[in-house]
T-cell receptor, first 120, second 111 residues
């Protein structure tokens, strides 16, 4: 199956700093990438959908100025948490979808291993 | 409203026993249904994917069923192992790329 990586796997930062998380599709080109947040014992919550070369689409309630998403290439999307605060501490997971019409199933999503963010 | 509901919320069973997790959905128009396994602190990993015409699909000790008429799916785990302890998430895709996640079932296998 396709592989999606995330970096870093965990990060601890001070309140007020910005943190960048990278999501890479290693063996396929991802026209669409998704960013999720997951709080303890809860399911994944979609934050935004990122399309290569265009602005991300944010879900209701997600501040686009706080969570900056850049999908600069077909294999890389980044999420920057700006001016992070303790309430932003969470598990951030990205997923990537290959283009339709290829060898993968329609709407197939491959998930990264996640990034644990702790804001002190 | 498109929804995916899973039950039970959590489950504890002894190693070697079987168990069945449930997923009910109201997603329309239906495209496919996936079961994912998510280990603690890791991203979800796909177990099975089923389309409208498929009733059952197996992946090792995991067997998923789908009843498109009643809009129900189940994931059966046979001869559970300690490594099966994880959250199991049911994800339903609607056409036009809408994807809806269930809240998951937390499964704990005890020795």
């Amino acid at each position: 199956g396709a592989v999606v990586s995330q970096h870093p796997s965990r990060v601890i930062c001070k309140s007020g700093t910005s943190v960048k998380i990278e999501c890479r599709s290693l063996d396929f080109q991802a026209t669409t990438m998704f960013w999720y947040r997951q709080f303890p014992k809860q399911s994944l919550m979609l934050m935004a959908t990122s399309n290569e070369g265009s602005k991300a689409t944010y879900e209701q309630g997600v501040e686009k100025d706080k969570f900056l998403i850049n999908h600069a290439s077909l294999t890389l999307s980044t999420l920057t948490v700006t001016s992070a605060h303790p309430e932003d501490s969470s598990f951030y997971i990205c997923s990537a979808s290959p283009p339709s019409g290829g060898t993968y199933d329609r709407n197939e999503q491959f998930f990264g291993p996640g990034t644990r963010l702790t804001v002190l | 409203k498109n929804q995916v509901e899973q039950s039970p919320q959590s489950l504890i069973i002894l190693e070697g026993k079987n168990c069945t997790l449930q997923c009910n959905y109201t997603v329309s128009p239906f495209s496919n249904l996936r079961w994912y396994k998510q280990d603690t602190g890791r991203g979800p990993v796909s177990l099975t994917i089923m389309t409208f015409s498929e009733n059952t699909k197996s992946n090792g000790r995991y067997t998923a069923t789908l009843d498109a008429d009643t809009k129900q799916s189940s994931l059966h785990i046979t001869a559970s192992q300690l490594s099966d302890s994880a959250s199991y998430i049911c994800v339903v895709s609607a056409r036009a790329s809408k994807i809806i996640f269930g809240s998951g079932t937390r499964l704990s296998i005890r020795p």
